[in-house]
């Protein structure tokens, strides 16, 4: 009979894949080694292999998870932009701003999901990069909802991947505690919409 799973078993698998996204955004995934991440995680090479079976399997339960977070973010969006009847433009804005806040806490995930997808084996590939397209559609979709009259079918995969051109690079440059807050640059970004998008031609 199996041993019963621990009560604290997710939680070291989110302590374990929040230290090997460190690894990897350190050292690049190619050069990061099981050994370096259990040295990371101040355990044993045996104990990490108790959790997962290769440097493969952390990497994509990392992303597994994170983009699964942040399809769930923009379902909370909605579901918030319901609850308290906010505009189209309102909805949009608490979408960046909850994007941005997720990006500030989770920098070294995202950094993972940029650059290290293409090291998936080709069906996990496929899962994830599945997901970032049905995030780029919502977001596309906000978008068309916020602005329709200037957001259509010509221009709206430019204008949506602008956005992101805003928002995903992030955590190369942005720093917590820096001159600017994650909050603030949310700010600005809104600004950019409002005042940009916003405009008619």
């Given at each position: 009979m199996a041993r019963p799973?621990?009560?604290?078993?997710?939680?070291?698998?989110?302590?374990?894949?929040?230290?090997?996204?460190?690894?990897?955004?350190r050292q690049s995934f190619?050069?990061?080694?099981?050994?370096?991440?259990?040295a990371?995680?101040?355990?044993?090479?045996?104990?990490?292999?108790?959790?997962?079976?290769?440097?493969?399997?952390?990497?994509?339960?990392?992303?597994?998870?994170?983009?699964?977070?942040l399809l769930a973010?923009?379902?909370e969006a909605e579901a918030?932009?319901?609850?308290?009847?906010?505009?189209?433009?309102?909805?949009?804005?608490e979408l960046v701003r909850a994007f941005l806040t997720e990006y500030e806490n989770?920098?070294?995930?995202?950094?993972?999901?940029?650059?290290?997808?293409?090291?998936?084996g080709e069906a996990q590939r496929e899962l994830i990069l599945n997901r970032q397209r049905d995030v780029v559609a919502a977001f596309t979709r906000f978008l068309r909802r916020a602005y329709p009259?200037?957001?259509?079918?010509?221009?709206?995969?430019?204008?949506t991947m602008m956005l992101f051109g805003m928002i995903n690079w992030t955590f190369t440059w942005l720093r917590p505690g820096g001159a600017m807050s994650y909050a603030a640059f949310a700010d600005e970004v809104v600004a950019v919409l409002e005042g940009g998008l916003g405009t008619q031609n």
């Amino acid at each position: 009979m199996a041993r019963p799973r621990s009560a604290s078993h997710d939680l070291k698998r989110d302590q374990i894949l929040d230290v090997a996204a460190q690894c990897f955004a350190r050292q690049s995934f190619p050069a990061a080694s099981m050994n370096d991440i259990a040295a990371a995680c101040g355990t044993s090479k045996a104990r990490l292999y108790h959790y997962y079976e290769s440097k493969d399997a952390i990497l994509f339960d990392l992303l597994d998870r994170y983009t699964q977070r942040l399809l769930a973010l923009i379902g909370e969006a909605e579901a918030r932009a319901q609850r308290k009847n906010l505009s189209e433009r309102e909805a949009l804005n608490e979408l960046v701003r909850a994007f941005l806040t997720e990006y500030e806490n989770s920098a070294t995930r995202h950094q993972a999901l940029v650059s290290d997808t293409k090291f998936l084996g080709e069906a996990q590939r496929e899962l994830i990069l599945n997901r970032q397209r049905d995030v780029v559609a919502a977001f596309t979709r906000f978008l068309r909802r916020a602005y329709p009259q200037r957001v259509n079918a010509a221009n709206q995969t430019a204008l949506t991947m602008m956005l992101f051109g805003m928002i995903n690079w992030t955590f190369t440059w942005l720093r917590p505690g820096g001159a600017m807050s994650y909050a603030a640059f949310a700010d600005e970004v809104v600004a950019v919409l409002e005042g940009g998008l916003g405009t008619q031609n």
